[in-house]
């Protein structure tokens, strides 16, 4: 391959690659497509090995490792095996939850993934992206992703959008050619690269470098392959800052108050190391992947299907929906009602102008152009059978397309543009009268433009169509679009989707704002509105483009309709409506849509939606359904809650144990637990605790958006900690008092007890409502009356108990201990309700 490959004339590159403009043959692309996957095998490494090592990662499961080694070097060869088994135990436990989320998480993305048209053996074949290899001819059209680096073999009307490799705002025209060897990637005509999509036209490329070697791949090898950070994952971040500083505090003051003591170095310093890892929720990984698996599995059911499992959590703090009408709002069925010329009167010869630009454009496919041809066929009319000369492509600052033909019995040709009103209106000086024309002057304009207000008040969709007789030319572009003759409009009818009212009552339920931002003119946008029930406070395109960053902050948020927007302004509007402290998702299926969906808080698009699009979201509805979206949001909300639990009550219960050891060591003559118990304590009270990730939510859960509240985790930690901490110190005089235990009977009581509390007040704190008033999830319950058992029986196991230092229980100090733990989940129970009151 030519190191400046797009300097190369097509035969060179064809010679190169050991391909043709048939491309490859089918063996051929699969032995490419095999020794390409062995090289990224070797250079990558294997995905479950990297998974498993990722669980040692841990700062906390290095302390205990090396914990370990000081045991085993001091010659506590029982102590090392037993923290060895629970580490091991701990991270293959971690390790099997994650593996199995990821596993069912990429099987629901293999149901999106990309594919790519590609010609083997002179025919057109769908590919998935990741099998285009060197030498692949690849056939591309609008609403594509381009996947891989290549050269243009063929292209008419081809424009693209580089912006995230050259930063140009607007789409680029790309021609077949050779490009300078030193040109930089902007000055590249001749070429496409991966990661840039397709805005209009159609094109062959021949695949040059895939992967790691293309230009985007480069770019990512170099700064890293980073998402930007989401906002549940920057709570879990300032979350584990919180426990960092609490985690050091105690420890510092246990280890120093051991040592003060005069006790063993060594024992102070594996008790300490135990406390910081009691304290921790290491589990809290597994947990969070279990749980966003189980949400994006519960989510697939019901038709809604994951691409990033972080947008789980995310799309449960939305409080701002920004969707088009066509097709959510609206049925999505276009149905030409008429065709008519400037007067309204129905026009055969519009309907004909009309059929022949739907018919011959090759760009963006769309509904409109469809209800054209399905109403040309619906009245017998034949598709039109002349000669094709060229196409100007639709883009989204002209907004309207023109197709040139030839005109029977004549050499001139016929230009064709259909498109929005006003910017068709502003290519004309004339307008059709009967068989001849007439000036189009002011007075003209102003009846066009009532007309079009009045029929999208009634809820039609207006384009108009203009004409144009020219001279034969080579090629067409943008600057023939004037002087043109006003022909016409075509009027299309989309209804109302049924039960959408509701729908959208629904979602005011749920705490969220609907804002409609579409491309079609203002007199619609506002009729849907009204049906919908919406207010329709609305700002159209113009006064967006006017309004500066800190105008359109205050508009995004007082207005509920957005008509005449272009990308940019959907995109602008997205950022306004964050600055302003929403958790905003955007729904869209278009070309138009991609920029607006990679900068909200959640993208939204469905199954059918054009490649970069689609590509562009972070969730997928199978079906484009608001209601379908509504149970995802509170599938999502689920999934959050059921993450918090965790984190709230596994801190508050851990923490009050904690500061009831750190207290137990400044007046026992011995430690309330050795390192050993309190990781095997922390280990199996983590058992029952990855049931949460399906357990049943109460309805009021999800009625209002979520968000992470660092202080609310600190204080809930703290309060129900030092409830959890009033009961162990009364655990502490009882046996101490009543039953004068020894260190022996002291450690494996509190050891129970302590084990007992951590399941029960699952049950306790996993719901706002009384304990007796909310269901569990059957596994939660089984999970934890197995723990419960163990607790109960662990310290009469002979060898095994005597391994980590228990004994059996006299019956009154284990009566008195399941006396103290029924007492503390009454007093948990009535503090939460008192706190909530």
Request: with cysteine; glycine share 8%.
């Amino acid at each position: 391959m030519p190191e400046a490959w797009w300097s190369a004339d097509l035969d060179r590159m064809f010679a190169a690659t050991g391909s043709s403009a048939r491309g490859l043959s089918e063996a051929e692309a699969i032995r490419r497509l095999a020794l390409a996957a062995k090289r990224r095998g070797r250079r990558r490494g294997h995905g479950v090995a990297a998974l498993l090592w990722r669980q040692y990662e841990s700062p906390l499961v290095l302390i205990l490792v090396l914990a370990a080694v000081v045991s085993v070097i001091v010659g506590e060869w029982t102590e090392a095996a037993i923290i060895l088994a629970i580490v091991a135990g701990s991270t293959l436990l971690g390790f099997a939850q994650e593996y199995k989320a990821a596993r069912a998480v990429a099987q629901l993305q293999e149901r999106l993934a990309l594919t790519v048209a590609v010609l083997r053996d002179g025919a057109v074949a769908t590919v998935p992206a990741e099998a285009v290899v060197a030498g692949d001819v690849v056939v591309l059209s609008a609403g594509n992703l381009v996947p891989a680096d290549g050269v243009l073999c063929e292209a008419r009307d081809f424009l693209v959008s580089q912006a995230a490799l050259t930063g140009e705002s607007f789409p680029v025209e790309k021609r077949v050619g050779v490009s300078a060897p030193d040109a930089p990637l902007a000055g590249r005509d001749n070429a496409v690269f991966l990661g840039t999509s397709v805005r209009s036209g159609t094109a062959r490329m021949l695949v040059a470098v895939t992967g790691a070697g293309t230009a985007y791949g480069k770019i990512e090898e170099r700064i890293g392959e980073s998402d930007p950070e989401t906002d549940f994952e920057r709570g879990i971040r300032r979350f584990g800052s919180l426990l960092m500083r609490v985690m050091m505090v105690i420890v510092t003051v246990v280890l120093s108050a051991n040592l003060v003591l005069g006790r063993p170095v060594i024992d102070s310093l594996l008790f300490s190391v135990a406390l910081a890892v009691g304290l921790t929720p290491e589990l809290l990984p597994a947990i969070v992947s279990v749980t966003m698996a189980e949400g994006a599995r519960r989510m697939a059911r019901g038709g809604v299907l994951v691409r990033r499992s972080s947008a789980i959590e995310n799309l449960g703090t939305v409080d701002i929906l920004c969707t088009d009408k066509t097709g959510t709002l609206t049925s999505g069925q276009m149905a030409l009602q008429a065709a008519t010329d400037p007067s309204g009167a129905e026009s055969a010869e519009v309907f004909g102008h009309a059929l022949v630009n739907a018919h011959f454009e090759t760009g963006i496919e769309n509904p409109l152009d469809m209800a054209i041809v399905a109403a040309a066929a619906a009245r017998g009319v034949p598709l039109p059978e002349r000669g094709k000369i060229d196409e100007i492509p639709y883009d989204f600052q002209r907004k309207r397309l023109t197709v040139v033909v030839d005109l029977p019995e004549s050499d001139d040709h016929l230009v064709v543009t259909k498109g929005a009103f006003d910017t068709v209106l502003s290519c004309c000086d004339r307008i059709g009268a009967g068989a001849g024309t007439l000036p189009l002057g002011g007075d003209e304009r102003a009846r066009l433009a009532d007309f079009v207000a009045r029929k999208g008040a009634e809820g039609i969709r207006v384009l108009a169509v203009a004409t144009r007789v020219l001279p034969p030319r080579a090629r067409y572009d943008v600057a023939d679009e004037t002087a043109m003759t006003f022909a016409g409009f075509l009027l299309f009818a989309d209804p109302l989707k049924e039960g959408i009212g509701e729908t959208l009552d629904a979602l005011r339920k749920l705490g969220i704002g609907v804002k409609i931002i579409t491309g079609d003119n203002r007199h619609v946008a506002e009729h849907v509105a009204r049906a919908v029930g919406l207010e329709p406070r609305m700002i159209a395109g113009a006064d967006l483009q006017r309004a500066g960053d800190e105008a359109l902050w205050h508009l995004a948020k007082e207005c509920n309709v957005f008509a005449e927007a272009d990308p940019q302004q959907k995109e602008r509007i997205v950022r306004a409506l964050q600055k302003r402290g929403h958790s905003v998702a955007y729904m869209g299926d278009g070309i138009n849509d991609a920029p607006a969906l990679q900068h909200a808080d959640v993208g939204i698009s469905v199954q059918e939606a054009v490649d970069v699009a689609r590509e562009s979201a972070d969730i997928v509805l199978l079906q484009r359904d608001l209601d379908v979206l509504r149970q995802g949001i509170v599938d999502g909300r689920q999934t959050f809650a059921n993450t918090l639990k965790y984190i709230s009550i596994t801190t508050s219960a851990n923490f009050g144990n904690m500061i009831s050891m750190a207290v137990g060591t400044l007046f026992l003559p011995f430690l309330p637990l050795t390192a050993a118990q309190i990781l095997l304590n922390n280990f199996l009270s983590d058992i029952p605790s990855l049931s949460l990730a399906g357990d049943r939510v109460d309805p009021e859960a999800v009625e209002h958006a979520p968000r992470w509240d660092i202080a609310a985790i600190r204080n809930y930690m703290v309060i129900f900690g030092m409830v959890s901490t009033l009961f162990d110190l009364l655990t502490f005089a009882v046996l101490l008092r009543v039953f004068h235990a020894d260190a022996g009977m002291f450690q494996t009581a509190w050891f129970t007890i302590s084990l007992l509390t951590e399941l029960v007040v699952v049950f306790v704190l996993r719901t706002r409502r009384a304990l007796w008033n909310s269901r569990p999830a059957r596994v939660l319950v089984l999970a934890s009356l197995a723990m419960f058992a163990v607790a109960l029986v662990l310290p009469s196991l002979g060898p095994v108990a005597r391994a980590v230092g228990l004994s059996p229980l006299p019956l009154p100090v284990l009566a008195s201990g399941i006396g103290i733990v029924l007492c503390y989940a009454l007093a948990t129970e009535a503090v939460k309700r008192r706190l909530l009151r």
